[in-house]
Protein backbone atom coordinates (compact mmCIF):
# COMPACT_ATOMS: atom_id res chain seq x y z
CA UNK A 1 0.00 0.00 0.00
CA UNK A 2 1.38 3.55 -0.85
CA UNK A 3 0.70 6.46 0.80
CA UNK A 4 -2.37 7.47 -1.49
CA UNK A 5 -5.77 9.01 0.18
CA UNK A 6 -7.97 6.47 1.70
CA UNK A 7 -10.66 7.17 -1.00
CA UNK A 8 -13.88 5.77 0.88
CA UNK A 9 -13.96 5.82 4.99
CA UNK A 10 -13.64 2.30 5.84
CA UNK A 11 -13.65 2.66 9.54
CA UNK A 12 -11.30 0.15 10.31
CA UNK A 13 -8.28 1.73 7.60
CA UNK A 14 -9.00 5.52 9.35
CA UNK A 15 -8.19 3.69 12.74
CA UNK A 16 -5.26 1.79 11.30
CA UNK A 17 -4.05 4.99 9.72
CA UNK A 18 -4.82 7.39 13.37
CA UNK A 19 -2.43 4.41 14.80
CA UNK A 20 0.34 5.62 13.01
CA UNK A 21 0.61 8.36 14.67
CA UNK A 22 1.97 7.67 17.98
CA UNK A 23 0.98 9.11 21.39
CA UNK A 24 1.43 9.45 25.09
CA UNK A 25 -1.10 7.99 27.42
CA UNK A 26 -2.67 10.58 30.47
CA UNK A 27 -5.35 9.95 33.04
CA UNK A 28 -7.20 13.14 32.58
CA UNK A 29 -9.18 13.49 36.35
CA UNK A 30 -11.25 15.81 37.96
CA UNK A 31 -14.20 15.58 40.82
CA UNK A 32 -17.86 15.75 41.01
CA UNK A 33 -18.81 16.84 44.65
CA UNK A 34 -17.23 13.37 46.58
CA UNK A 35 -16.89 11.56 43.56
CA UNK A 36 -13.29 11.29 41.70
CA UNK A 37 -13.30 10.80 37.94
CA UNK A 38 -10.48 9.56 35.61
CA UNK A 39 -10.66 8.04 32.14
CA UNK A 40 -7.61 6.95 30.34
CA UNK A 41 -6.95 9.25 27.65
CA UNK A 42 -4.48 9.67 24.09
CA UNK A 43 -6.36 12.79 22.87
CA UNK A 44 -4.21 14.54 25.34
CA UNK A 45 -2.42 18.06 23.07
CA UNK A 46 -0.44 21.09 23.75
CA UNK A 47 -2.28 24.05 22.02
CA UNK A 48 -0.83 26.82 23.12
CA UNK A 49 1.75 28.59 25.16
CA UNK A 50 1.14 31.92 25.24
CA UNK A 51 -1.50 31.47 27.56
CA UNK A 52 -0.69 27.70 28.26
CA UNK A 53 -3.77 26.00 26.54
CA UNK A 54 -4.14 22.06 26.55
CA UNK A 55 -6.90 19.96 24.84
CA UNK A 56 -8.50 16.32 24.91
CA UNK A 57 -11.79 14.77 23.82
CA UNK A 58 -14.15 12.57 25.50
CA UNK A 59 -16.53 9.87 23.62
CA UNK A 60 -19.59 11.50 23.53
CA UNK A 61 -20.52 7.66 24.39
CA UNK A 62 -18.45 7.98 28.05
CA UNK A 63 -20.68 7.57 30.81
CA UNK A 64 -19.07 10.31 33.17
CA UNK A 65 -19.67 12.69 30.30
CA UNK A 66 -22.11 14.67 31.74
CA UNK A 67 -19.80 15.11 35.34
CA UNK A 68 -16.93 16.37 32.98
CA UNK A 69 -18.79 18.86 30.94
CA UNK A 70 -19.53 20.07 34.73
CA UNK A 71 -16.33 19.87 36.37
CA UNK A 72 -14.11 23.24 36.60
CA UNK A 73 -10.49 21.89 36.69
CA UNK A 74 -8.70 18.98 35.89
CA UNK A 75 -5.81 16.97 35.95
CA UNK A 76 -3.36 15.52 33.61
CA UNK A 77 -1.92 13.19 34.59
CA UNK A 78 0.94 11.52 32.02
CA UNK A 79 1.93 7.95 32.73
CA UNK A 80 5.27 6.65 32.80
CA UNK A 81 5.99 3.51 30.90
CA UNK A 82 5.94 1.10 33.68
CA UNK A 83 2.08 2.32 34.22
CA UNK A 84 0.26 0.26 31.73
CA UNK A 85 -2.25 -1.20 34.42
CA UNK A 86 -3.35 2.02 35.29
CA UNK A 87 -4.22 3.03 32.03
CA UNK A 88 -5.98 -0.59 31.41
CA UNK A 89 -7.48 0.17 35.18
CA UNK A 90 -8.94 3.95 33.77
CA UNK A 91 -10.01 3.01 30.60
CA UNK A 92 -12.86 0.65 31.98
CA UNK A 93 -16.09 2.26 31.45
CA UNK A 94 -18.89 1.11 34.67
CA UNK A 95 -16.14 -0.21 36.77
CA UNK A 96 -14.72 1.13 40.10
CA UNK A 97 -11.57 2.75 38.58
CA UNK A 98 -10.74 4.10 41.93
CA UNK A 99 -10.97 0.91 44.35
CA UNK A 100 -7.76 1.07 46.27
CA UNK A 101 -6.12 3.98 43.83
CA UNK A 102 -3.38 5.93 45.58
CA UNK A 103 -3.91 10.11 44.85
CA UNK A 104 -3.39 13.31 46.62
CA UNK A 105 -5.91 16.25 45.86
CA UNK A 106 -4.97 18.96 43.47
CA UNK A 107 -5.74 21.87 43.69
CA UNK A 108 -8.81 22.16 41.59
CA UNK A 109 -10.07 18.85 43.22
CA UNK A 110 -8.89 16.75 40.40
CA UNK A 111 -7.19 13.62 41.65
CA UNK A 112 -3.05 13.62 40.82
CA UNK A 113 -1.64 9.92 40.68
CA UNK A 114 1.62 9.16 42.21
CA UNK A 115 4.62 7.82 39.73
CA UNK A 116 3.52 9.76 36.62
CA UNK A 117 5.72 11.30 33.97
CA UNK A 118 4.37 14.70 33.88
CA UNK A 119 1.17 16.27 35.89
CA UNK A 120 -0.80 19.31 34.33
CA UNK A 121 -3.60 21.18 36.57
CA UNK A 122 -5.78 22.90 34.68
CA UNK A 123 -9.27 25.29 35.04
CA UNK A 124 -11.39 24.77 32.05
CA UNK A 125 -11.45 27.00 29.46
CA UNK A 126 -13.43 26.13 26.43
CA UNK A 127 -15.85 23.20 25.45
CA UNK A 128 -17.18 22.30 21.57
CA UNK A 129 -19.10 19.20 20.78
CA UNK A 130 -17.02 18.26 17.85
CA UNK A 131 -18.19 15.07 15.90
CA UNK A 132 -18.94 12.01 17.93
CA UNK A 133 -16.39 13.62 20.78
CA UNK A 134 -16.63 16.72 23.02
CA UNK A 135 -12.96 18.90 22.60
CA UNK A 136 -12.18 20.36 26.08
CA UNK A 137 -9.51 23.19 26.11
CA UNK A 138 -8.06 24.41 29.60
CA UNK A 139 -5.93 26.59 31.34
CA UNK A 140 -2.58 25.19 32.52
CA UNK A 141 -2.20 27.00 36.43
CA UNK A 142 0.49 24.58 37.60
CA UNK A 143 2.47 21.47 36.69
CA UNK A 144 5.43 19.34 37.13
CA UNK A 145 7.72 16.50 35.72
CA UNK A 146 9.93 14.00 36.24
CA UNK A 147 12.13 13.81 33.51
CA UNK A 148 13.57 10.63 34.73
CA UNK A 149 10.74 8.60 34.22
CA UNK A 150 10.07 7.65 30.52
CA UNK A 151 6.83 8.25 29.10
CA UNK A 152 4.61 5.53 28.31
CA UNK A 153 3.80 5.57 24.15
CA UNK A 154 0.73 4.45 22.45
CA UNK A 155 0.60 3.62 18.70
CA UNK A 156 -0.94 1.05 16.12
CA UNK A 157 -3.34 0.15 18.93
CA UNK A 158 -0.96 -1.34 21.35
CA UNK A 159 1.38 0.32 24.10
CA UNK A 160 4.72 1.22 23.34
CA UNK A 161 8.22 2.47 25.39
CA UNK A 162 10.87 4.63 23.65
CA UNK A 163 14.56 3.32 23.48
CA UNK A 164 16.17 5.49 26.50
CA UNK A 165 19.19 5.07 24.65
CA UNK A 166 18.56 7.50 22.23
CA UNK A 167 17.86 10.31 24.68
CA UNK A 168 20.26 12.72 25.83
CA UNK A 169 19.13 16.02 28.40
CA UNK A 170 18.70 18.47 25.65
CA UNK A 171 20.09 21.58 25.56
CA UNK A 172 17.41 24.58 25.42
CA UNK A 173 16.00 26.01 23.38
CA UNK A 174 16.31 23.34 20.73
CA UNK A 175 17.51 23.75 17.44
CA UNK A 176 14.57 22.06 16.11
CA UNK A 177 11.62 23.71 18.06
CA UNK A 178 9.20 25.16 15.56
C1 LIG B 1 -4.70 4.13 25.35
C2 LIG B 1 -6.14 4.61 25.45
C3 LIG B 1 -6.47 5.88 25.01
C4 LIG B 1 -7.79 6.36 25.10
N1 LIG B 1 -8.07 7.63 24.68
C5 LIG B 1 -9.33 8.11 24.81
C6 LIG B 1 -9.63 9.47 24.47
O1 LIG B 1 -8.77 10.25 24.05
N2 LIG B 1 -10.91 9.90 24.60
C7 LIG B 1 -11.92 9.07 25.07
O2 LIG B 1 -13.07 9.51 25.16
N3 LIG B 1 -11.65 7.78 25.41
C8 LIG B 1 -10.39 7.29 25.31
N4 LIG B 1 -10.11 6.01 25.70
C9 LIG B 1 -11.22 5.17 26.22
C10 LIG B 1 -11.65 5.62 27.62
O3 LIG B 1 -10.59 5.54 28.56
C11 LIG B 1 -12.84 4.81 28.15
O4 LIG B 1 -13.83 4.71 27.17
C12 LIG B 1 -13.39 5.55 29.37
O5 LIG B 1 -12.58 5.28 30.51
C13 LIG B 1 -14.83 5.21 29.66
O6 LIG B 1 -15.25 6.07 30.70
P1 LIG B 1 -16.69 6.00 31.33
O7 LIG B 1 -16.55 5.17 32.55
O8 LIG B 1 -17.09 7.40 31.62
O9 LIG B 1 -17.63 5.36 30.28
C14 LIG B 1 -8.80 5.51 25.63
C15 LIG B 1 -8.47 4.23 26.08
C16 LIG B 1 -7.14 3.78 26.00
C17 LIG B 1 -6.80 2.39 26.50
Given amino acids: MGLEPEMSFDQQ ?21 SQQLGMTISSFNC ?13 RKAVSLPLWEKA ?10 NQKDISNRFAKSRSNKWEGAKFAHGQFGAPLLPGVAAVFECIRKA ?3 AGDHILFIAEVR ?6 DRMP ?25 HY
Fill in 13 to 33: AFRQALGQFPTGVCVVTCSAG
Fill in 47 to 59: LSLEPPLILFSID
Fill in 72 to 81: AGYAVNVLAE
Fill in 127 to 129: KYT
Fill in 142 to 147: SFNSSI
Fill in 152 to 176: LVFSKGRYAALESTEFVAPLWPLDI
